[in-house]
């Protein structure tokens, strides 16, 4: 009895020595970083003090209090920034992720090149992507206003940068074109589980092309769908680059996302307690998601 308890034992104790390189990663570059910065946003910290550690007053949650209720504090709107920039960029990239990953699921000539070729916009880096359409939505000389000007849909150039609307859009337009591969990427390869055999019965009751992506692809692609949708929250709602080389989150705070703003708290105003504590409540957002996404998948194992 005993020999087999130490059997039994022997396969756990070897896995937790396996995964403890792991967990001293985690504990040391994920684990003591959050709970620093948590520390850290408890605190009064700036430019004054941080090299003080006794003159670092202990305030408790005044800082997150302060974020959302001081008049010179734009949390609130970086927040509200953040879902549309977020959602408007999220709901256009599985749209148009999902329609190419239809596309090149079919077999047709050069197909691999096309695939290949739209990787391009995913493959750039982010800060590149930023400058190419920051020159893109320029005033003066910008490719969309010349283009929208030959076609005669404006007359005068925009200051697509310069006004609050228009720069949302072109920082959401932007994001679409970057994230649009990972989307195509992550929704064929679910495509490519549909089996073939599934198609060519609903075909043969009488299913048309609506019928069929309705009822087959997408119940059988959801998992996919749902990491697609989860994932891209967390990417875009995290979005730091591409914001701060385009606009900086201007004009007059118009395009400040909640990481553009616990930026300039931090090394800019160099305020680093409520940087810390805006950079928590992205943290926050951000945890809350994933916790959801794990349940969902949690859910979906156990239907299977």
Do not use: C
Not at 89 to 118: D, E, Y
């Amino acid at each position: 009895m005993i020999s087999r308890k130490k059997k039994l034992n022997g396969p756990g104790k070897m896995g937790l020595l396996f995964s403890l390189p792991a967990v001293i990663y985690m504990l040391i570059f994920v684990g003591y970083p959050t709970i620093s910065n948590i520390i850290l946003s408890l605190k009064n910290v700036n430019v004054f003090n941080f090299s003080r550690p006794e003159a670092q007053e202990f305030i408790g949650l005044s800082n997150y209090v302060e974020l959302f209720t001081d008049a010179n504090s734009v949390m609130s709107r970086a927040i509200l920034n953040t879902l549309i920039f977020t959602v408007a960029s999220i709901f256009f990239q599985f749209i148009i992720g999902f329609i190419l990953a239809l596309l090149f699921s079919k077999k047709f000539p050069a197909s691999a090149f096309f695939r290949g070729a739209t990787m391009i916009s995913w493959l750039l880096p982010v800060t590149v992507a930023g400058l190419l359409f920051k020159f893109i939505f320029a005033s003066s000389g910008g490719i969309a206003n010349q283009l929208l000007m030959q076609l005669h849909i404006i007359k005068t150039p925009v200051d697509w940068l310069l006004n609050g609307p228009t720069a949302m859009v072109a920082i959401v337009v932007a994001n679409i074109w970057i994230g649009i591969p990972f989307n195509m990427m992550l929704l064929l390869t679910g495509l490519t589980t549909v089996p073939a055999d599934i198609y060519e019965s609903a075909k043969i009751d009488g299913a048309n092309k609506l019928q069929t992506l309705f009822k087959i692809t997408i119940p059988v692609i959801k998992p996919a769908i749902m990491s697609v949708l989860t994932l891209g929250f967390v990417y875009t709602f995290k979005v730091f680059d591409l914001v701060w080389v385009m606009t900086k989150g201007g004009p007059i705070n118009a395009t400040e996302l909640a990481s553009t703003y616990a930026y300039k708290l931090s090394f800019e105003q160099f305020e680093f307690s409520k940087g810390a504590a805006s950079a928590n409540i992205l943290f926050l957002i951000l945890f809350v998601v994933g916790m959801f996404y794990i349940k969902l998948i949690n859910a979906e194992e156990e239907v299977m």
